[in-house]
Structure formats: structure tokens, C-alpha cells
């Protein structure tokens, strides 16, 4: 039986401020933004690609602080690609650190050892690492 992971809920302050973020900047695809009331809101967006999404919202999602998501983590192919497009997007990203290093050689030194971080506009903190064997 396989087990996907699916969703994962990050904690907002504020809807369409995080929804332009994560599709405008990120180029996260919006799946759907459903309003259900005056208090209840659910925005779902998933990174291209990934067979997982994430979900912003008010009144329907989980309460937890705004900006209490550490550790989300992207991989893509090509890092250096990857910074470079975060950056024409405007998103505040650091540079490249390599973490580690490879017990065998690999097509790239960045692949499995090479990652960027950024933050969404209420501080969930998210990785992006290269493996480029996922291509």
C-alpha cells in the first residue's frame, strides 16, 4: 500500500498577501480558493511538479502561529536555475551553501549536498535542494 503525502497546512496572518507570494513569486499553481463563509477561507497551491500541495487559509485549517513552519523543503534539478528565477521573482533567497558532502560522485557536486533558503512573508522557512537525478 502506498502512503502520499498530500497537503501540508502553513500558518498565515494573512490570506491573499501568502496566496500572491506562494503563486505570483513561487509560481505555486492556485488548485482552487474557496471561500465556504465570512470566516472561513481555503487556498490550495501546489509547487509545479509535486504531487504534494499546501493549504493557506482562515477559519477551516489547523491554529498555529503564523510563520511556525520551519523546514519545508523543494527539490529541484538545477539550484543555480532555481535561485535564479527566486530572485527575478523578487524573493529574498540566500545563496548557495553546500551542506555535506557526497559518499560517491554525482552528474553535479550540488546534487543531494547543495541548498538555498527563503522565507514566506510571515517567516515559514523553506529549503531548496538539488537533486538532479529526480529530472
Known sequence: MN?????VIVPVSDVDRAKSFYADRLGFVVDHDTV??????????????SGCSIVIGKGVVPDMPPGSLKGLQLVVPDLRRARAELLE????????QVVGENPRPVPDPLDNVGFVHFADPDGNAWAVQQISGRA
Open 89 to 96: 521573482r523578487g524573493v529574498d533567497v540566500g545563496e548557495i
Open 36 to 49: 465556504i463563509g465570512d470566516d472561513a477561507r481555503i487556498v490550495q497551491l501546489t509547487p509545479p511538479g
Open 3 to 7: 502512503w502520499t503525502l498530500e497537503v
